[in-house]
């Protein structure tokens, strides 16, 4: 059958993509080198859509939670990840969680039934040079088909690990306790926010980075490096009591105005300072500098709440260091996903730089749509800001900081703040809007089936 879009990678992206095109009647081979005798170190089956991990879609609320708002969204554009997952699911409360044979088999079998979906076992190992292409490889993106999009893209662009310092939203930041400076007092900008330390609070901080409990790399991740400047904080901690604080944690120049005295109006340098800098254009997320770590999570929470101003911090996500390749999205592809420098090439999945299962499938479905308006000749229109699939896919885009650009999870930091409605009320607010807002989008633009 020649095909009218080649999609590479049949898992989570490349699946609902393929499901978006052949329902509008289009032609589409999907390649999978599952089957083929290729696996990924993470894969154990040659089933399409296989989970890696847990067995969860995280939350289902879609009424207080933004990942549950994504599945509503994702639902309301007929899509086949959140069929299948329907189909498939298990009980546990609020989240959605699914037993993953019969959710892949679900997934096959709907492709498979598709008579214009090609669903063929192969790896392919370079990008094609013409003809419409979605690329949803993953985040364990076969190596010779990685190094032609390193090739395409220039190496230093495309990423073969994350190393993920926490993300904080700035409306739970004190800035009773914090303040705002230049990195160091360099410069006349402002753009940190400063949480100062005395000797004794670092010195406890130090020691509970010391006793966390860590994550330990998988066995075919064993040889993640450490590249200069993404040392996780824990082994920068292992190396002596005052490499953080000769590093990213270094308070020089950093006069705390809260510490301010008649003999120093203009404060007194900490001990030691936790710095954050504003990680969206939105400037809703801020990122701990310097802080990548592979404490596990709930270790994470407890200890970086010990920081003075984080007291009350929420996360919008937590640090991490892992096998990843994805690209530097806001700086090479355009608004539709495409390559700047090769505009028949999409990307979709987690290699664009989203996290997670559905954040992935949600980029493959709005990957299939952007490719299905091209195709009949459409103009296409993104889904609002104010949407979580709008949100990721600005995010994703063009809003995130190309410079700290690593991999997100969905969040409400994302979106368009709401600062005229209290805080309690904010999570709601934002999917009120966003309920409104896809129904407008898939009443006025969404191609049709
Ligand atoms: C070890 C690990 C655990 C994870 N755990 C979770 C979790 O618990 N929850 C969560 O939400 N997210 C998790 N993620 C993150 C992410 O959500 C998943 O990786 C998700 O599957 C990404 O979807 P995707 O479609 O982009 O890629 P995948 O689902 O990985 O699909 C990519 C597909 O492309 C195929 N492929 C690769 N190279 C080629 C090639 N050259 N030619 C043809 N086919 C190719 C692969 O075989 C695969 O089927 C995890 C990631 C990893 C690496």
Request: hydrophobic share 40%; net charge negative; aromatic share 8%.
């Amino acid at each position: 059958m020649t095909h009218d879009i080649h999609i590479i990678g049949g898992g989570l992206a490349g699946s609902e993509a393929a499901w978006q095109l052949g329902r509008r009647g289009f032609k589409v081979r999907l390649s999978e080198m599952r089957g083929s005798g290729e696996r990924t170190p993470a894969h154990h089956t040659d089933g399409l859509a296989e989970l890696v991990c847990s067995n969860s879609f995280r939350s289902d609320d879609d009424e207080k939670n933004a990942v549950g708002l994504l599945h509503h969204e994702m639902r309301r554009c007929d899509s086949l990840i959140m069929a299948a997952a329907t189909k498939a699911q298990v009980p546990a409360g609020s989240a959605l969680a699914v037993d993953r044979d019969v959710f892949s088999a679900e997934v096959e079998a709907r492709l498979a039934a598709l008579p214009n979906v090609e669903i063929v076992r192969e790896r392919v190992d370079t990008l094609p040079a013409a003809g419409a292409t979605i690329v949803s490889t993953g985040p364990l993106t076969a190596e010779a088909l990685a190094g032609s999009i390193g090739r395409a893209t220039g190496a230093e662009s495309l990423a073969f690990f994350d190393a993920i310092a926490p993300i904080v939203y700035r409306d739970t930041i004190d800035m009773d306790i914090c303040w705002m400076a230049s990195r160091w007092d360099k410069g006349d900008t402002k753009d940190y926010i400063n949480c100062p330390m005395t000797r004794d609070q670092y010195l406890a901080f130090h020691q509970g980075l010391l006793d966390g409990e860590k994550t330990a790399f998988k066995e075919w991740e064993a040889n993640t490096p450490y590249f200069d400047g993404c040392m996780p904080i824990e082994v920068m901690a292992e190396r002596g009591v005052d490499t953080l604080r000769f590093g990213p944690m270094k308070p020089v120049g950093l006069d705390n105005p809260h510490w301010a005295t008649p003999e120093h109006p203009n404060g007194r340098w900490p001990y030691a300072v936790v710095q954050l800098r504003q990680d969206n254009k939105l400037g809703t997320l801020w990122n701990m500098v310097g802080f990548q770590t592979k404490l596990k999570h709930a270790e994470q929470v407890r200890l970086f709440r010990t920081i003075p101003g984080l007291e009350k911090a929420e996360f919008a996500r937590l640090g991490g260091l892992h096998r990843n390749t994805f690209l530097n999205s806001p700086v090479l592809l355009d608004r539709q996903l495409r390559l700047k420098s090769a505009p028949h090439v999409r990307f979709a999945g987690q290699i664009t730089g989203c996290e997670g299962y559905v954040e992935s499938a949600a980029v493959g479905l709005m990957s299939g749509l952007m490719a299905a308006s091209e195709l009949a000749g459409r103009e296409w229109q993104a889904p609002p800001a104010t949407t979580a699939m709008g949100a990721l896919l600005s995010h994703i885009t063009g809003d995130a900081e190309a410079d700290s650009y690593q991999p997100m999870n969905v969040n409400f930091g994302l979106f368009p703040p709401l600062h005229d409605v209290r805080k309690k009320q904010r999570k709601e607010a934002y999917t009120v809007r966003a309920k409104q807002d896809i129904m407008g989008w898939l009443d006025s633009f969404a191609p049709a089936a």
